[in-house]
């Protein structure tokens, strides 16, 4: 028999009012029913004493599920290392850390990073997954063996996850256009061609539409154009429209690869994608730090997702990109983690505002609201979860409660008059920290700032990262 | 009988070695003893088994105590509205708060305010205040009640303040280079001249070194050049020398205060203030986000201190200053959380750096080592308190403990190695969040996140914002 809850929040968010139709917005006393995984009613105004027995108060401010749409979990492990002044320099040392995992370091790293995103507010995480095989560059008997562990440690997370199975070919342009071969650490991303790459994909097991278990879909990732020749893009494209399923690629995160791309293919490479047929409404692209006034209008026509990472696209040096044109020429907008310098999806939704304030000398370039569209139904959508991120009959019954009594959103006024709006409270001050319980698909994940499937994520982080540097 | 205590840390950063003269750094098992508000020993290297019966022990990483170098309290009050798309829309807004405030008011909001600050690690506050009279202009029968109760507020909230009283005559730049006179909110904030400015310091009450209290020192703010003509400037500059008193000023934060600046003094504003005779060691001037390269290095050659407010820049659309540039030109620099859209001092830090890589394209312009010592004694030294910022015999009793076991910080490794320094990972992922306990001039001020002084500081920023707003 499928498990019937019922809460009673005492205010909520309820959504951008994209997917459920509704105007979304603001409501008190919503009384929230679901069975299983889904939200079955979702119902406002209900008076604490109307509330059928059983049903859990949710005081402060309660939110859909956060959906951090690009992650490299085993990136954790370099957190507050110094690796060099240069995004080239810093790669290096990621490359080092890469080459170290095992099967086993990485699915305790990555348990205990998705369990860090759950008690960020994460309920759903892409993670863009590359490291397919063992140091040499051998697939593992089981040739999916990385990816299924990454399913298993979201899932003994808590937390939904689409794993973005990356193509990664090519260590770069070589002279000509041709690709240059991967080495070193590079050898364990590679699958040769696009075709064995497809042959793998097919191996994993999901069904029609990607789903391969309950939390997990499948989706295709083109790591970049640095990574894979344009010829070998549309075997890449052929898998994703067979199922369905997302398809995401890093796109112009630092200027040497357009200038790369520019003189290999005489193109930027937006451009490259779009002549590859990358472009279109399932596909999402990230960073596009350094796009083109054109790129940003191809973007948008293809009403393709950028996903954003503010903080990575800091702690990297790469630059702040027009996201602020890109929404306005038509693309949705995600907000990922990346290299999880720091896994607050708060503090990414207030510094994707505020890198646009920075370069352009205005204000107000995203309503919270929008902010909060883009870390809940945005995110989702992305990541092939449309009927997630808002709080409607049949979502996905995620909730993200955020207490507005601590010391950083005290002040949010929850009723329409001369006091900030909780929303804006929450974008301007909030932090991971202010998380206090996380439901995913149905299921209690954190109560009261602990996690409920990893008993101390402090502890499994600091000894997983161990495991891992040595 | 002066009270003795000592900690026993578990780790703790001593500094950067400044005014102490020791090598500071990372220290294990450090015993800190104190007598009455000053350190007396500071021994690293103390078994447990070794320490005297009553110590403490501190877990985690002790750090000194962070200085905020620059606050306005009652913008607190603005967290989270949107207050319009330019700095001037939003400084409309933030004079209608300005307007609103009362003696009770403003003491309530700003005894909450420095709260959260002592919540979020710090310990001495420079609150740049211009808010003297009423709300016609007329002093109080005591013309300088305002500023006492804003030292009262920061007494009762354990923390110490320099009142950066300031003088502020005029409403902007008039053709022909004349003052502009003040009118609506702004009538508060004048004192007609720079002499009765420094009647009314006269008749504030401090010692010959300006202390007007064991917790509170007078320092002077000379607003900026909008607001003060240059012939003023050097009455608050006599008093500054006969108090060997810090002097603070606002510089360069937006565009249009330089060409305004240009076109009435033929001059950028730090010209200007060099001209009045501003510049200098005990001065510190606030933002510097659009000083040219001559202003760059005539502030360096003054070791004049800049104070960056990263936060606050943002948030009002100001842009990048060139903090890399002026420190390297010899300038001292110190972190302010200004506006208080949030009030985090390690997500200031942050920020510093991360601005600079966002405009440098670079990574690594400051040192995590660097960053703690402009939020430590950086601060601290262009607030007049010379000897705070560091753990050392005769500095102030300051200890401010994070623990190593959040999310946030786990995997920093407190042993060198393999592994990610501490200063790293809190510079990188550290939030007011994480402080846990507060020691501020020798009497614990936060104990296990619980500010001893203010019962419940988010329901006194509740009712003292929803006092002021209405």
Known sequence: MTAVRRWHAELAWLGGGGFGGDAGGLAHDVLV????????AVTAGIA?????PGTERLSGLTLPGLANAHSHAFHRALRGQAAGSTFWAWRERMYDVASRLTPDSYYALARAVYAEMALAGVTCVGEF???HHDGGGRPYSDPNEMGRLLVSAARDAGVRITLLDTCYLAAGFAPGGSALPLSGAQLRFGDGSAASWASRMAEFGCDALGMAAPHARLG??????????????G????????????VHAHLSEQPRENSECQAAFGGTPAEVLDGAGVLGPRTS???????????VARLGAAQSTVCACPLTEADLADGVGP?????????P?????????VVDLLEEARWLELGQRLVSRRRGHFAPSSLMGFLTAGGHACLGWPEAGEIVPGAYADLVTVPLDSPRLAGADPDPGAGADPLGVLVAAGTAADVRHVVASGADVVRDGRHLLVDDVPHALAASIDAVLG
Request: glycine share 12%.
């Open 333 to 341: 907008v995600a907000l990922g983690s990346d290299g999880h310098s």
């Open 285 to 295: 692209l990230v960073h596009a730090t350094h796009v083109s006034p054109p790129d």
């Open 220 to 233: 295709a990732a083109i790591h970049s154009v640095r990574a894979v020749p344009p010829g070998q893009m």
């Open 235 to 246: 075997e890449v494209m052929a898998w994703s429209r067979a199922h369905g399923a997302p």
């Open 129 to 131: 997954h590359y490291l």
């Open 48 to 52: 604490a004493d109307g509330v059928p």
């Open 323 to 331: 996201f602020g044109d890109l929404a306005a020429a038509g693309c």
């Open 33 to 40: 029913e679901a069975s299983g995984e889904r939200f079955t």
